[in-house]
C-alpha cells in the first residue's frame, strides 16, 4: 500500500468513527425526543411483533412528516 492510499483508509477510518459517534448520540437522544408520544408507542407496542425501537422510529417518521 503506498502513502497516498494509507492517508485515504485512514481519513476513511476517521470519518466512520465520527458518523459512528453521532449515531450513538442521535440514539441515546431518540428516548426524550419522543417520550410525548409515549401513549402513541404504548399503542403500537400491543400490535404483535413490533418493538419499542420500531415504535420509536414509527412517531419519529410521522412527526417529521406532520412538521413539514
Not at 22 to 37: A, F, H, T, W
Not at 49 to 67: F, N
Amino acid at each position: 500500500m503506498n502513502p497516498h492510499q494509507r492517508m485515504m483508509v485512514k481519513t476513511t477510518l476517521i470519518h466512520i468513527d465520527f458518523l459512528t459517534e453521532q449515531i450513538e448520540n442521535s440514539i441515546e437522544r431518540l428516548p426524550q425526543k419522543v417520550s410525548v408520544y409515549q401513549e402513541n408507542i404504548e399503542r403500537l407496542d400491543s400490535i404483535p411483533d413490533i418493538a419499542a425501537r420500531k415504535d420509536e422510529l414509527i412517531v419519529t417518521k410521522i412527526r417529521t412528516g406532520v412538521e413539514k
